[in-house]
């Protein structure tokens, strides 16, 4: 049986809809925008630098090189621009009518909140609320992959409480549970003349019905943990150890389904309660930051995410039969980044930094919903101590990325081919204050 065959009958005994990770602004659906400060760095040294309380989210550990109780809070606008070029056949290779999407992307922004409480000079807390994971992307109702995808969002708030023991005097350690909530809401159309012309191929040329529609919604609330490792080695150097749990969600939510009278009446396409298991992936993080001259410090940072997790995403009836059954086969990535702080004055950092972070897609399971492909950052930032209790922090971010192939079928045999281009801007704001 062919790809496009396989995926027709497919298309009959489900309800036509498609989910998937979509736009993010880190590779697969990551998340990294936590912090001005580490973000002017390209998050080179994120697990090993303490210049602001994001250490709290990035490294528990590297809570006990801070001093003063401690609260800051983190806005950075994320403006992707997914660009498709190229065409869509339904099943009987003939055009789809449309538009090639227009821009996907649009500004979106990514809030961060830290506490940290210092409680002696061994052992510290800290409270992070982040979104590491997400995204979002919505093409023109009317695009020509409008079968693959129209909108995805997907939001995922991390409440993560933690504490940081200082074992010696240059060895520490850190750790605290994530209590992770993820909704997610999905679109698109439904060829609801390709459904008709299967069941019955005697219908005359001219016979077309209106598209259908499906809107798929579900939440799920879920545990994991966080663990860290920080070193002092020299009062110039710093490293800095992270693992971050995989975390296990169970969405429940609703398919709702709107087609054409003569298909409304075929159980298959009317609104149904609907379940999914969706994993965030484990990640692990080495960094190290030293300060070479009073007034030059670098930064570096490697971290493997186990991307690996994402297999497949099925949606499914109460009595276990498929909504949806699409493969991925993600594959585990390494991001790796250099940055560089220069300190003019005890007031002023200027900051800058480079990294690539490759994808965890393969270009034979790429989507609509997430045109995902190898990036690269440029990174530039600025920090003020405007008292010595209040600092202020900013950075900008253009991320390039490359150009990815897309030739994915739809549950209704609709071919999009064609190909993605892609860039990213980001810019953040954050504020911290010492009590």
């Known amino acids: 049986m062919g790809k496009r065959s396989k995926w027709l009958v497919t298309g009959l005994t489900s309800l036509g809809t498609a989910t998937a990770a979509g736009g993010a602004f880190a590779s697969g ?38 001093r003063g109780n401690q609260v800051s809070g983190d806005l950075a606008i994320v403006i992707p621009s997914p660009i498709f070029s190229g065409m869509s056949v339904n099943a009987a290779h003939q055009p789809v009518s449309g538009s090639n999407g227009g821009d996907a992307g649009g500004a979106q922004p ?16 800290g409270l992070a609320i982040t979104a590491p994971f997400g995204l979002k992307t919505q093409y023109d109702s ?18 993560n409480p933690n504490i940081a023991f200082r074992l010696t005097d240059w060895l520490s350690v850190g750790a605290g549970p994530a ?31 209106p598209d259908g529609y499906a809107h798929i919604t579900g939440d799920s609330l879920s545990v994991g943990y ?25 969405l429940d939510g609703t398919a709702t389904i709107n087609v054409p009278a003569p298909l409304a009446v075929d159980p298959r396409f009317q609104t149904t309660p609907s379940q ?7 990640i692990v993080s080495l960094a190290g930051s030293s300060r070479i001259r009073p007034d030059l410090m670098l930064l570096a940072e490697v971290q493997w995410t186990n991307w690996s997790v994402v297999k497949n995403l099925r949606i ?75 600092r202020f922090d900013a950075a900008y971010v253009h991320i390039f990325a490359n150009s990815a192939p897309i030739d994915e079928v739809s549950q209704t045999g609709d071919m999009l081919t064609g190909r993605y281009s892609n860039h990213i801007d980001i810019v953040s704001l954050s504020a911290t204050l010492r009590f």
């Open 110 to 125: 990514v809030l961060a909140a830290y506490g940290f409480y210092d409680a002696s000079p061994d052992v510290k807390f």
């Open 276 to 282: 999914t298991d969706f994993k965030t992936p484990e």
């Open 226 to 250: 966080n663990l860290g490792v920080f070193a002092q080695i020299s009062p110039e150097t710093q490293i800095g150890a992270s693992y971050r749990s995989q975390v296990s969600h169970h």
């Open 29 to 66: 659906f990551q998340l990294r925008e936590n912090s001005a400060a580490a973000l002017g760095n390209a998050f080179a040294g994120a697990a090993a630098s303490v210049e602001d309380t994001s250490i709290v989210a990035n490294n528990p550990a590297g809570m006990t090189a801070l």
């Open 316 to 390: 499914q009836r109460p009595d276990g039969s498929a909504l949806i059954d699409q493969p991925e086969q993600w594959h585990g990535t390494w991001f790796g980044s250099i940055g560089v702080s220069y300190f003019p004055d005890p007031n002023w950092t200027i900051r800058g930094g480079f990294a690539f972070d490759p994808t965890p897609v393969r270009d034979q399971f790429r989507t609509a919903r997430i045109p995902d492909s190898d990036r690269y950052w440029l990174a530039a930032g600025v920090g003020y101590k405007w008292t010595a209790d209040l």
């Open 179 to 209: 209590l992770q909530h993820t909704s997610a809401e999905l679109t698109n159309a439904i060829n609801s003349t390709s459904i008709a012309r299967l069941a019955n191929p005697q219908l005359p040329a001219g016979f077309a019905l």
């Open 142 to 159: 009317g695009w020509v992959g409008r079968y693959n995808a129209v909108k995805s969002d997907l939001e995922v708030i991390n409440i």
